[in-house]
Nanobody, 124 residues
């Protein structure tokens, strides 16, 4: 499985961006997917997760502003980010868990594959 994250860029506070994560392989539709981010000088943190049943979970810091979705026909997961804040500046990573489960995953140790990351910079 290979993951390719894209869609990052520079945006002003209050603006929007949509990240994409394209996956290779035949397991995408049954996989639990996640978004994580790492800001300069900080540890990587959970952002959002979605499972095969379209159940979703978010960190408190992005709840109500970010929306995670998936298109199984395109093997792609998305992260719609609205009302961006300077503190959202980070490298965003997508991840895939092979677990065949109806639960969600919030810990990076529970994910098996990672994309290379895409940089999101929010200016004030």
């Amino acid at each position: 499985v290979q993951l390719q994250a894209s869609g990052g860029g520079l945006v002003r506070a209050g603006g929007s961006l949509r990240l994409s994560c394209a996956a290779s392989g035949r397991t995408f539709s049954t996989s639990i997917m996640g978004w994580f981010r790492q800001a300069p000088g900080k540890e990587r943190e959970f952002v959002a997760t979605i499972n095969r049943n379209w159940n979703v979970g978010y960190s408190d810091s992005v709840k109500g502003r970010f929306t995670v979705s998936r298109d199984n026909s395109r093997n792609t997961m998305y992260l719609q980010m609205n009302s961006l804040k300077p503190e959202d500046t980070a490298v965003y990573y997508c991840a895939l868990s092979r677990s065949y489960s109806d639960s969600l995953r919030y810990n990076e140790r529970e994910f098996d594959y990672w994309g290379q990351g895409t940089l999101v910079t929010v200016s004030s």
